[in-house]
């Protein structure tokens, strides 16, 4: 499993989803997390731009930001992407989510 990290620093989720200039890639697999990649995204500063970042986000299965807005909402839905709300550490919030996915999955 993909999942994109909306983080300005890549130590923590701390960017808005349509605000997401810098976004880091992580590979979730049975060998457990590894960081593949470092998106660099030219957004505009004065819109929220919560469809470009889909967008560079479509080989991802989930997108973590601080927060995220209704319209992005949809785009992800149809782009089958799973939107999810947190901030914190990297780290921790990566531990939070795969914990609830396997939760989830058992």
Not at 13 to 25: E, F, N, Q, R, W
Not at 49 to 69: F, H, M, T
Request: proline share 1%; hydrophobic share 35%.
């Amino acid at each position: 499993m993909k999942i994109a990290i909306a983080s300005s620093n890549g130590e923590n989720v701390d960017l808005h989803l349509g605000k997401a200039y810098s976004l880091y890639i992580y590979e979730y697999d049975d060998e457990g997390i590894t960081l593949l990649e470092h998106r660099i995204l030219e957004l505009e500063d004065d819109k929220h731009q919560g469809g470009k970042v889909i967008q560079a986000c479509e080989d991802c299965d989930v997108i973590i930001s601080v927060k995220y807005g209704f319209k992005s909402k949809i785009k992800a839905d149809d782009a089958k992407i799973k939107l999810v709300s947190d901030e914190g550490p990297i780290d921790e919030v990566l531990k939070r989510y795969i914990d609830h996915y396997n939760f989830m999955r058992s």
